[in-house]
């Protein structure tokens, strides 16, 4: 996926929401806890974090059930 954009919203109290935006309207949606006021470059970088963690996890932890 080419990044085209990136949003940070908070979503609920407590929860904030990172979303990667790439050409022909792919998009990856990251839904984490966050403390308030936390700045939106953390949230960033943690959202990229967990998807690298989720990568790097095995396939068989990985369950289709669960979306």
Do not use: W, Y
């Amino acid at each position: 996926m080419r990044l085209e954009n990136t949003n940070v919203a908070r979503t609920t109290a407590g929860t904030i929401t990172v979303e990667f935006r790439g050409e022909g309207n792919d998009l990856i949606t990251v839904r984490m806890s966050a403390e308030p006021g936390s700045a939106d470059e953390a949230a960033i970088v943690r959202a990229k974090e967990m998807m690298a963690e989720l990568v790097a996890a095995p396939s068989d932890r990985i369950s289709p059930s669960a979306v």
